[in-house]
């Protein structure tokens, strides 16, 4: 009886075997999946290569470049004028603030400062650039859940942003209107009053975003604990803006660094969360949006009166030298690294742009997830393809 | 012999089969019409704080036939390694499946085109043929995205099938028929607790109605359901590949199939065509009785697009989950509360 039971149970334990060893020839292989370069997720054209077992991506890798402008060597053959045209089209949601971290380095290799009303309206400009740029993420964002609404509630209200950008600046998309030494000109008459009215309109948006999707348990499903980002893997792949802040790193370019722009002359906050995930991130950003429409009211009463242009030369020649000045731009640390030989134009200018070392951490936090939350991790990591591929 | 064929086309049983096919061949169009204009291009557009189409016609009403008119004259692409003929078949066995659902709705105490005895079983049955025709759309694209989309797909359908129909069954029970036409009567003569004549079900059955709507929401894959579709992950899933003509087959059947079961919903739920306090049997009931049908299959399909247009959607695990541990066993218990309540009055 006993021999038959051991016999019974060899035979059990070979079958066994034998099962494992087809399953292991029956693994039907991985399926190589291209998310973009056409792809809505991608907001434009990058391109990232999944391996999915199943609807499980077992690696991802970005790959940029698509969309390439080869900015860095047309600065070599501009004049520094000429440049914030150019730099206008990098971020091109938040347009104005990619004009500022240049011009205030060829300021510091100048060695000359814009008078403080410039600065006071250049940081006005600047952080309404920022409330447009993250209200169309807001939106967006809903979107990539499947949300279709919001988004237009965000293309309606940052409509009257870019009309009071316009107002001052004359361009929608790109301003170019930050000079070296100051501004192009002053603020239109009845301004600020139009601009305060816009801000209410714009925290009544932040929240009606935080009703219809903050709030929305399908929403919370989707995004709590995905995507998490620790915050030592958040330093180590540089990531910087909401992204770091909201990996639980208070850190912030327009408090931590010395900067002629007068963020320390207001009351104003830092916001951070210690989740990591894509929750944490896009509630960093929401009230990112909210204090940045309080910083502006609050730039706006403080406003000072004077010159907006400083004694500059006609033809700008910057002396030689170098210098590399970094903003807390709508998507994070924004540099420029002026190299100048004495000429019109710089002779090498590096930029640094947020969105580039933010997609580096693709292809490790996109290890082990869903098809869908692929989508709800780009969309909350905010990439502007324009700032990835300069 | 030509007298004999004369008399089979001229034939009672003849000309209403033609009458039949005619009105159905006709209504999906005209359901589809109604569903898009109305909510797809004006409260859609109205919540989001736009305008909708204003330009072809009337506020923009011919604009899904402008719309239609652009899908026939688009070319009929097919991909090169797709399954042409399972490509081509795909759309029609999913629009052939909302023809067939609307074959046992009645609208009046005489308008049906089948009253048929097991009726809310068919319709039942048949709506599942369409996760056949997805599944094939799918497969036979040859493409990537849309074979996660007819997969997904494919899994959501049958996974919602189970609480739609454990839904109805509490319904049933209480009607004590399956045809459609005998559970309208059934609400127009219910009285609950001698109280009210021609109370509709959703007096006592509210948690199925409740089941329903979420499983037909499921079913319609429309959000927060739309993991099949999900165009900013699969680009459009199932249906990426289709173009022109196919395409209009299927978003024809998107809108058809969701005016059937919003008016299966106010059948059961609701009524149909019945009013409370009035005799079913009253002849002009068949004149008022499509009017009455239409404004309850309106407010059920308000409400289907409200929560489309506002939620966004789950992922495919979640709803799963959703399914098998909340909708199956709330149905469940339903259906073993209403079992107690109709031994028990």
Redesign the interface.
């Known amino acids: 009886m006993t021999a038959t039971s051991d016999q019974q149970r060899h035979a059990y334990v070979a079958s066994q075997a034998a099962e494992a060893r087809v399953n292991v020839e029956l693994d039907t292989g991985d399926m190589i999946l291209n998310i973009g370069p056409q792809h809505p997720a991608t907001h434009g054209t990058l391109r990232i290569a999944t391996q999915l077992d199943g609807e499980l991506v077992v690696k991802a890798d970005p790959i940029p470049g698509y969309m390439h402008r080869g900015y860095e060597k047309l600065t070599e053959v501009r004049t520094y004028r000429q440049i914030t045209t150019l730099v206008n089209r990098i971020d091109w949601v938040g347009n104005f603030a990619n004009e500022v971290p240049f011009v205030l380095a060829a300021e510091r290799l100048m060695e000359v400062e814009a008078p403080p009303r410039a600065q006071w309206i250049r940081t006005i400009l600047f952080e309404m650039s920022r409330i447009a740029n993250i209200s169309l993420f807001l939106g967006d964002m809903g979107v990539q859940l499947g949300a279709l609404t919001p988004v237009f509630f965000a293309f309606r209200d940052r409509e009257r942003v870019l009309n009071q950008i316009e107002a001052v600046t004359g361009g929608r998309f790109h301003p170019n209107f930050d000079r070296i030494g100051g501004l192009k000109d002053d603020l239109p008459k009845g301004w600020i009053a139009e601009t305060k009215d816009c801000m209410e309109t714009m925290r009544n948006f932040c929240d009606e975003v935080e009703d219809l999707l903050l709030g929305n348990p399908v929403f919370q499903a989707r995004c709590r604990g995905i995507g998490v980002i620790p915050t030592d893997v958040a330093l180590g792949y540089g990531l910087s803006g909401a992204n770091l802040r909201a990996s639980g790193v208070d850190w912030d370019l327009r408090r931590d660094v010395d900067s002629p722009l007068p963020y320390d002359q207001i009351d104003w906050k830092v916001w951070t969360h210690t989740d990591g995930d894509s929750f944490a991130r896009f509630w960093v950003r929401l009230q990112e949006t909210r204090e940045a429409t309080l910083i502006v009211d609050k730039l706006l009463d403080g406003l000072p009166s004077g010159p907006i242009m400083a004694k500059v030369p006609r033809i700008i020649k910057v002396p030689a030298g170098e210098a590399y000045i970094s903003t807390e731009n709508p998507l994070g640390e924004m540099g420029y690294y002026i190299v100048s030989k004495g000429d019109v134009g710089p002779f090498r200018v590096k930029i640094r742009t947020p969105s580039f070392n933010n997609i580096a951490i693709v292809s490790w936090v996109l290890r082990g997830v869903f098809v869908p939350d692929v989508i709800t991790i780009l969309g909350s990591l905010y990439f502007v393809l324009g700032d990835i591929d300069r | 012999m030509i007298a004999d064929l004369s008399f089979w086309i001229f034939s009672d049983y003849a000309v209403s089969t033609a009458i039949k096919l005619a009105v159905v061949m006709l209504i999906i169009p005209l359901t589809s019409l109604i569903l898009v204009y109305v909510f797809l291009f004006k409260m859609?557009a109205f919540?989001?704080?736009?305008l909708g189409p204003m330009e072809a016609g009337p506020h923009g009403s011919l604009q899904l036939i402008a719309e239609a008119l652009k899908f026939l004259q688009k070319e009929d692409i097919h991909p090169d390694n797709a399954d042409k003929h399972v490509f081509a078949l795909a759309p029609i066995i999913v629009l052939m499946s909302t023809f067939l659902l609307y074959v046992v709705l009645p609208v009046g105490p005489d308008l049906v085109v089948e009253d048929l005895d097991t009726g809310i079983f068919y319709a039942m049955a048949v709506s599942s043929l369409s996760a056949l025709g997805v599944l094939m759309a799918g497969w036979a694209s040859a493409n990537?995205?849309a074979l996660?989309g007819g997969l997904r797909a494919a899994g959501q359908l049958i996974a919602y099938e189970l609480p739609l129909v454990l839904a109805v069954v509490g319904v049933v029970i209480q009607a004590e028929t399956l045809s459609l036409q005998g559970i309208v009567h059934a609400q127009a003569n219910w009285e609950i607790f001698g109280i009210g004549s021609g109370m509709p079900f959703i007096v006592t059955q509210g948690i199925g109605f409740a089941i329903f709507m979420v499983a037909a929401q499921a079913e319609l894959t429309q959000?927060?359901f739309?993991?099949p579709v999900?165009?900013?992950?699969?680009?459009g899933g199932f249906h990426i590949e289709y173009t022109g003509f196919r395409f209009l087959l299927f978003f024809m059947a998107e809108f058809g199939t969701a005016f059937a079961f919003a008016s299966i919903a106010s059948v059961l739920f609701l009524g149909g065509w019945s009013l409370p306090f009035v005799d079913p049997t009253a002849n002009w009931l068949n004149i008022v009785g499509p009017g009455v049908m239409l404004a309850k299959i309106l407010f059920l399909s308000m409400i289907i697009f409200w929560v489309r247009?506002?939620?966004?959607?789950?992922?495919?695990?979640?709803l799963q989950k959703f399914a098998w541990k909340l909708l199956i066993p709330a149905a469940l218990a339903n259906i073993v509360f209403t079992g107690v309540f109709k031994v028990a009055f």
């Open positions: 859609m919540m989001q704080s736009r990537k995205y996660l959000t927060p739309d993991m999900a165009e900013t992950e699969l680009v247009f506002t939620y966004p959607r789950l992922r495919e695990d979640q």
